[in-house]
Protein backbone atom coordinates (compact mmCIF):
# COMPACT_ATOMS: atom_id res chain seq x y z
CA UNK A 1 0.00 0.00 0.00
CA UNK A 2 2.67 2.42 0.85
CA UNK A 3 4.54 1.78 -2.24
CA UNK A 4 0.83 2.58 -4.38
CA UNK A 5 1.14 5.55 -2.36
CA UNK A 6 4.37 6.60 -3.21
CA UNK A 7 4.07 5.91 -6.70
CA UNK A 8 0.92 8.13 -7.11
CA UNK A 9 2.47 10.55 -5.28
CA UNK A 10 5.62 10.46 -7.53
CA UNK A 11 2.81 11.41 -10.53
CA UNK A 12 1.42 13.86 -8.91
CA UNK A 13 4.01 15.27 -8.86
CA UNK A 14 5.50 14.83 -12.65
CA UNK A 15 2.09 16.52 -13.55
CA UNK A 16 2.71 19.53 -11.44
CA UNK A 17 6.15 20.03 -12.84
CA UNK A 18 5.04 19.40 -16.25
CA UNK A 19 1.96 21.76 -15.93
CA UNK A 20 4.56 24.59 -14.70
CA UNK A 21 6.99 24.08 -17.44
CA UNK A 22 4.18 24.78 -19.77
CA UNK A 23 3.47 28.10 -17.91
CA UNK A 24 7.26 28.72 -17.89
CA UNK A 25 7.41 27.76 -21.35
CA UNK A 26 4.62 29.93 -22.71
CA UNK A 27 5.45 32.84 -20.72
CA UNK A 28 9.65 32.66 -21.75
CA UNK A 29 9.81 30.57 -24.40
CA UNK A 30 11.57 26.98 -24.39
CA UNK A 31 15.66 28.96 -25.15
CA UNK A 32 14.81 31.27 -22.31
CA UNK A 33 13.51 29.17 -19.73
CA UNK A 34 15.07 27.29 -17.26
CA UNK A 35 14.77 24.48 -15.04
CA UNK A 36 15.38 26.85 -12.12
CA UNK A 37 12.09 28.63 -12.80
CA UNK A 38 10.35 25.64 -13.61
CA UNK A 39 10.90 24.55 -10.23
CA UNK A 40 10.23 27.47 -8.44
CA UNK A 41 6.45 27.27 -10.96
CA UNK A 42 5.74 23.93 -9.69
CA UNK A 43 7.08 24.37 -5.85
CA UNK A 44 9.60 21.93 -6.14
CA UNK A 45 13.41 21.71 -5.56
CA UNK A 46 15.66 21.69 -8.46
CA UNK A 47 17.03 18.51 -7.42
CA UNK A 48 13.09 17.30 -7.25
CA UNK A 49 12.88 18.29 -11.00
CA UNK A 50 15.86 16.30 -11.99
CA UNK A 51 14.86 13.36 -9.90
CA UNK A 52 11.69 13.07 -12.72
CA UNK A 53 13.39 14.50 -15.99
CA UNK A 54 17.49 14.36 -16.99
CA UNK A 55 16.97 18.14 -18.22
CA UNK A 56 15.09 20.80 -19.85
CA UNK A 57 14.59 18.54 -23.39
CA UNK A 58 13.22 15.72 -21.77
CA UNK A 59 10.67 18.33 -19.51
CA UNK A 60 9.52 19.93 -23.27
CA UNK A 61 9.88 16.53 -24.91
CA UNK A 62 7.12 15.14 -22.36
CA UNK A 63 4.74 18.24 -22.89
CA UNK A 64 5.11 17.68 -26.71
CA UNK A 65 4.36 13.66 -26.17
CA UNK A 66 1.69 14.46 -23.67
CA UNK A 67 -0.35 16.84 -25.63
CA UNK A 68 -0.26 14.50 -28.89
CA UNK A 69 -1.91 11.45 -26.47
CA UNK A 70 -4.45 14.09 -25.96
CA UNK A 71 -5.49 15.32 -29.17
CA UNK A 72 -5.28 11.65 -30.36
CA UNK A 73 -7.49 10.72 -27.22
CA UNK A 74 -9.92 14.28 -28.42
CA UNK A 75 -10.15 13.04 -31.85
CA UNK A 76 -10.76 9.20 -31.68
CA UNK A 77 -13.42 10.27 -28.88
CA UNK A 78 -15.03 13.02 -31.71
CA UNK A 79 -14.83 10.49 -34.86
CA UNK A 80 -16.59 7.75 -32.88
CA UNK A 81 -19.93 9.89 -32.52
CA UNK A 82 -20.19 9.77 -36.34
CA UNK A 83 -20.59 7.12 -38.78
CA UNK A 84 -19.63 8.87 -42.06
CA UNK A 85 -16.09 9.24 -43.03
CA UNK A 86 -16.41 12.82 -44.03
CA UNK A 87 -17.76 13.33 -40.66
CA UNK A 88 -15.53 11.50 -38.89
CA UNK A 89 -12.55 13.62 -40.68
CA UNK A 90 -13.79 17.15 -39.80
CA UNK A 91 -14.35 15.53 -36.34
CA UNK A 92 -11.10 14.64 -35.70
CA UNK A 93 -9.95 18.83 -37.00
CA UNK A 94 -12.66 19.93 -34.44
CA UNK A 95 -11.22 18.39 -31.67
CA UNK A 96 -7.68 19.80 -32.43
CA UNK A 97 -9.31 23.11 -32.47
CA UNK A 98 -11.27 22.54 -29.75
CA UNK A 99 -8.52 21.61 -27.23
CA UNK A 100 -6.10 24.41 -27.97
CA UNK A 101 -9.53 27.16 -27.86
CA UNK A 102 -9.57 26.01 -24.85
CA UNK A 103 -5.74 26.37 -23.96
CA UNK A 104 -3.64 28.80 -25.34
CA UNK A 105 -0.47 27.95 -24.00
CA UNK A 106 -0.77 24.44 -24.81
CA UNK A 107 -1.32 26.43 -27.82
CA UNK A 108 1.96 28.30 -28.11
CA UNK A 109 3.97 25.38 -27.27
CA UNK A 110 2.72 23.18 -29.99
CA UNK A 111 2.43 25.27 -32.58
CA UNK A 112 5.33 27.37 -31.68
CA UNK A 113 7.95 27.06 -29.43
CA UNK A 114 8.76 23.49 -30.54
CA UNK A 115 9.28 24.45 -34.21
CA UNK A 116 11.94 26.86 -32.58
CA UNK A 117 13.39 24.59 -30.08
CA UNK A 118 15.56 22.87 -32.45
CA UNK A 119 16.05 19.86 -34.87
CA UNK A 120 14.99 16.81 -32.46
CA UNK A 121 11.49 18.94 -31.57
CA UNK A 122 11.35 19.99 -35.31
CA UNK A 123 11.19 16.00 -36.62
CA UNK A 124 9.05 15.02 -33.47
CA UNK A 125 6.82 17.93 -34.35
CA UNK A 126 7.03 16.44 -38.12
CA UNK A 127 5.99 13.48 -37.04
CA UNK A 128 2.86 14.28 -34.97
CA UNK A 129 1.67 16.10 -37.43
CA UNK A 130 2.20 13.63 -39.78
CA UNK A 131 -0.08 10.99 -37.38
CA UNK A 132 -2.72 13.45 -37.80
CA UNK A 133 -2.57 14.13 -41.45
CA UNK A 134 -3.03 10.08 -41.51
CA UNK A 135 -5.70 10.44 -39.36
CA UNK A 136 -7.48 12.33 -41.98
CA UNK A 137 -6.52 10.79 -45.65
CA UNK A 138 -7.65 7.27 -43.66
CA UNK A 139 -11.01 8.56 -43.19
CA UNK A 140 -11.19 10.29 -46.87
CA UNK A 141 -9.82 6.69 -48.04
CA UNK A 142 -13.06 5.32 -46.72
CA UNK A 143 -15.11 8.13 -47.90
CA UNK A 144 -13.86 7.05 -51.19
CA UNK A 145 -14.27 3.56 -51.46
CA UNK A 146 -18.12 4.09 -49.76
CA UNK A 147 -18.42 6.36 -53.20
CA UNK A 148 -18.90 9.58 -50.95
CA UNK A 149 -16.07 11.23 -52.84
CA UNK A 150 -14.52 10.86 -56.07
CA UNK A 151 -11.05 9.41 -56.36
CA UNK A 152 -8.82 12.11 -54.90
CA UNK A 153 -4.92 11.94 -53.92
CA UNK A 154 -6.46 11.30 -49.96
CA UNK A 155 -2.92 11.58 -49.11
CA UNK A 156 -2.55 15.44 -49.99
CA UNK A 157 -5.74 15.77 -49.19
CA UNK A 158 -5.10 14.68 -45.18
CA UNK A 159 -1.87 16.40 -45.42
CA UNK A 160 -3.64 19.81 -46.71
CA UNK A 161 -6.74 19.49 -44.36
CA UNK A 162 -4.54 19.37 -41.34
CA UNK A 163 -2.22 22.31 -42.66
CA UNK A 164 -4.88 24.45 -43.15
CA UNK A 165 -5.67 24.21 -39.59
CA UNK A 166 -2.55 24.37 -37.98
CA UNK A 167 -2.19 27.57 -40.05
CA UNK A 168 -5.18 28.89 -38.64
CA UNK A 169 -4.04 27.75 -35.07
CA UNK A 170 -0.37 28.95 -35.26
CA UNK A 171 -1.48 32.78 -36.17
CA UNK A 172 -4.34 33.13 -34.25
CA UNK A 173 -1.54 32.54 -31.16
CA UNK A 174 1.34 34.44 -32.75
CA UNK A 175 -1.36 37.69 -33.37
CA UNK A 176 -2.85 37.30 -29.91
CA UNK A 177 -6.16 37.17 -31.95
CA UNK A 178 -8.95 37.44 -29.68
CA UNK A 179 -12.12 35.99 -31.95
CA UNK A 180 -13.20 32.65 -31.52
CA UNK A 181 -10.87 29.59 -32.96
CA UNK A 182 -14.28 28.21 -33.49
CA UNK A 183 -15.56 31.31 -35.97
CA UNK A 184 -12.30 30.93 -38.46
CA UNK A 185 -13.11 27.16 -38.84
CA UNK A 186 -16.28 28.02 -39.76
CA UNK A 187 -14.71 30.37 -42.37
CA UNK A 188 -12.11 27.40 -43.45
CA UNK A 189 -14.54 24.25 -43.20
CA UNK A 190 -16.38 24.70 -46.83
CA UNK A 191 -13.21 25.43 -48.19
CA UNK A 192 -12.21 22.26 -46.77
CA UNK A 193 -15.18 20.52 -47.82
CA UNK A 194 -15.23 21.80 -51.48
CA UNK A 195 -11.20 20.61 -51.89
CA UNK A 196 -12.86 16.78 -52.05
CA UNK A 197 -16.10 17.19 -53.82
CA UNK A 198 -18.40 17.67 -50.65
CA UNK A 199 -21.21 20.43 -50.76
CA UNK A 200 -20.76 21.99 -46.97
CA UNK A 201 -24.38 21.36 -46.39
CA UNK A 202 -23.58 20.58 -42.49
CA UNK A 203 -24.74 23.09 -39.63
CA UNK A 204 -21.47 25.84 -39.19
CA UNK A 205 -19.52 25.27 -35.86
CA UNK A 206 -21.28 26.44 -33.07
Not at 123 to 135: D, G, K, P, S, V
Not at 144 to 155: N, S
Amino acid sequence: MTEVLQQSRARARQRRILDAALRVFSRKGYRDASVDEIAGESATSKGGVYFHFPGKEAIFLHLLNRTASQLRTKAEEAMAAHDDPIAKADAALLAVLHTFAKHRALARLFMVEAMGAGREFQQRMAEIHAEFATIIREHLDDAVAQGVIAPIDTEIAGRAWFGALNEVITNWVILGEQERLEDAYAALRPLLMRSVGVADSQERVS
